[in-house]
């Protein structure tokens, strides 16, 4: 198997724990939900993109990955003064020891591009939305599944490093279990599942 293969293999059970806490469904049924997730994610994106792109050191890679802009903009488009973004709860901070903790780690994040496509159109069917207020969930847009691709490529050539492959999958658990805590936190304006 590919290095992409076993991780989403090592982290299904943290995935499936995040998605059955979560229950995005009722949580962006409401405008006000909907703001109130998108601050959740504001928030560990705050903290979790720095660490990223300081361990992978590629400007050209990691940058047109970032997508903590994009919740800025969601956020003061559903009426979030900059002020108040400004503020926004942030999760303790995250440091990665090398590229392969770092691509553990996105891989939840570039990950969450995929279903935030199918996400994103049920946000904007619900609240009348089309580009502005979906930003986050847009994310690549069309190049989603190139940029998927370009990133897979990238995380199998750790492949055949015990130690790389080690922090990858260690790094990609550890980030969907603490994006679960984050978004179920009792401040998030939400009650999450047990999960």
């Given at each position: 198997?590919?290095?992409?293969?076993?991780?989403?293999?090592?982290?299904?059970?943290?995935?499936?724990?995040?998605?059955?806490?979560?229950?995005?469904?009722?949580?962006?049924?409401?405008?006000?939900?909907?703001?109130?997730?998108?601050?959740?994610?504001?928030?560990?994106?705050?903290?979790?993109?720095?660490?990223?792109?300081?361990?992978l050191a590629d400007e050209a890679f990691w940058g047109p990955r970032r997508r903590f802009a994009a919740l800025a903009a969601d956020l003061a488009h559903l009426g979030m003064p900059d002020a108040e973004i400004a503020t926004l709860p942030?999760?303790?901070?995250?440091?990665?020891?090398?590229?392969?903790?770092?691509?553990?780690?996105?891989?939840?994040?570039?990950?969450?591009?995929?279903?935030?496509?199918?996400?994103?159109?049920?946000?904007?069917?619900?609240?009348?939305?089309?580009?502005?207020?979906?930003?986050?969930?847009?994310?690549?847009?069309?190049?989603?599944?190139?940029?998927?691709?370009?990133?897979?490529?990238?995380?199998?050539?750790?492949?055949?490093?015990?130690?790389?492959?080690?922090?990858?999958?260690?790094?990609?658990?550890?980030?969907?279990?603490?994006?679960?805590?984050?978004?179920?936190?009792?401040?998030?304006?939400?009650?999450?599942?047990?999960?």
């Amino acid at each position: 198997m590919s290095l992409h293969q076993r991780l989403r293999a090592a982290t299904a059970s943290s995935h499936q724990g995040l998605e059955d806490a979560l229950d995005w469904r009722a949580r962006v049924a409401t405008l006000p939900g909907y703001r109130a997730l998108l601050a959740r994610f504001h928030g560990f994106h705050a903290a979790y993109e720095p660490a990223i792109g300081l361990a992978l050191a590629d400007e050209a890679f990691w940058g047109p990955r970032r997508r903590f802009a994009a919740l800025a903009a969601d956020l003061a488009h559903l009426g979030m003064p900059d002020a108040e973004i400004a503020t926004l709860p942030l999760p303790s901070a995250v440091t990665f020891a090398d590229e392969a903790a770092a691509m553990g780690a996105l891989y939840v994040l570039e990950g969450s591009t995929l279903g935030g496509q199918v996400i994103g159109r049920h946000i904007g069917a619900v609240h009348g939305l089309t580009q502005a207020g979906l930003a986050y969930y847009r994310a690549h847009g069309r190049q989603t599944g190139v940029m998927w691709n370009a990133f897979r490529a990238r995380l199998d050539r750790l492949s055949g490093d015990p130690e790389a492959e080690a922090a990858a999958l260690a790094t990609g658990t550890a980030t969907f279990d603490a994006l679960r805590i984050w978004l179920c936190a009792p401040d998030s304006s939400a009650a999450c599942g047990a999960g």
